[in-house]
């Protein structure tokens, strides 16, 4: 019968068979249609992974070939940046290093003064209704009511409740947990403020002065040429007269690095619970403030304080006008991922029993 057709109605025959399938497919929700393209679906699975497991090696050989210059030109772009990662590394290890020799100097307290106990989070993971967790390590391991926690990010909370070998810790998203804080924050060269004098005294920790660095150095040069004899005359290749002194001088460009104002304002960090974000609120309410987005807040440290001074807390995201007072709303992010802690450190360090 196929061969009385001619080749011109077999194709018309193929393409109307394939419209009215199509058609059938997009309006028709008949199940004996879903079941065979299910079928088919199933029968062609293999073969299409197949023969995407043949075409994909071929295809990245050809993007290969074909953007090779692209490629070169993004590898030692990607090369560039490791090496400048790797030496940003290496600063930052330096400026650490330097960091605890000033502590050691001047005899200054902060969390790396004490020491730490490694424990791992087990039980129930923190939801929106319960805001503490479990870990385990206690009194065996020298852990104490009111000690901080932190993880490899920043402070997570509190220790509450103290067992043998195992504790009980509540985190900073908790409406019951507070601490005092404090925020380092840069100020721009001429600004001022209620809350900061229009001129910072510019001093160490030790009370000394910091001056801008400036760095003059002029050094004179003085040569004595003999007269020569008569018999023999000479000619200074340089065109000084035979017999005058020659002086030289040399001055280095004078260089002075900007001063960079920090201003210390402290406050108190609550919170709010697990969806919303950590709560900064200055302890002077009454004054401008130069807290800004993208500030570090950390530990402020003191008798007063659950925490020694310099656990980092979070970063300011948000600032928004608070009704009746001058300073502003200030939102925190954490920089600890409080829904995915696994192994944590609980600092020992016994606050104050008021603090707690």
């Known amino acids: 019968m196929l061969s009385s057709l001619s080749r011109r109605r077999v194709v018309v025959l193929l393409v109307l068979t394939s419209l009215l399938l199509i058609t059938l497919d997009r309006r028709s929700s008949n199940s004996v249609i879903d079941k065979a393209r299910q079928a088919f679906a199933v029968i062609l699975r293999p073969f299409d992974i197949a023969a995407k497991a043949v075409s994909k090696p071929i295809a990245n050989a050809w993007y290969g070939i074909t953007n090779y210059d692209n490629l070169k030109s993004e590898n030692a772009a990607l090369h560039d940046q490791v090496e400048h990662q790797k030496g940003a590394e290496i600063e930052a290890q330096t400026a650490i290093t330097k960091f605890y020799e000033l502590l050691k100097l ?37 852990v104490a009511v009111g000690m901080p926690v932190t993880d ?20 900073i998203t908790d409406p019951q947990f507070s601490v005092q804080a404090q925020v380092l924050s840069r100020v721009d060269e001429g600004t001022t403020t209620d809350s900061t004098p229009s001129s910072v005294p510019n001093t160490a920790p030790s009370g000394r002065p910091l001056d801008s660095t400036t760095s003059t150095s002029t050094t004179t040069t003085s040569t004595s040429t003999p007269v020569p004899s008569k018999s023999t005359p000479t000619t200074n290749p340089f065109g000084a007269p035979p017999g005058q002194t020659t002086s030289s001088t040399n001055t280095t460009t004078t260089s002075t690095l900007p001063e960079v104002l920090v201003a210390r ?17 200055l302890l002077d309410d009454t004054a401008l403030t130069t807290v800004k987005i993208g500030d570090i807040v950390e530990t402020a440290g003191g008798t007063k304080s659950l925490a020694p001074q310099g656990i980092p807390i979070g970063t300011i995201t948000a600032m928004r ?3 009746g007072s001058r300073t502003p709303i200030v939102e925190v992010e954490p920089n600890a991922s409080l829904t995915q802690l696994n192994f944590v450190s609980v600092v020992l360090y016994v606050p104050n029993q008021a603090a707690i």
Not at 270 to 278: F, H, I
């Open 152 to 171: 490899g990010a920043g402070l997570i909370g509190k220790v509450t409740k103290v067992y043998p070998d195992r504790s009980v810790v509540m985190l």
């Open 106 to 142: 001047y005899h200054l307290t902060s969390v790396h003064s004490y020491k730490s106990v490694i424990a791992q989070v087990v039980g129930a993971a923190p939801s929106n209704f319960q805001n503490t967790v479990e870990i385990t390590v206690g009194t065996r391991a020298g």
């Open 321 to 323: 006008q608070r009704l």
């Open 265 to 281: 304002e402290t406050g108190n960090i609550d919170g709010q619970s697990a969806a919303r974000p950590l709560l900064f609120s």
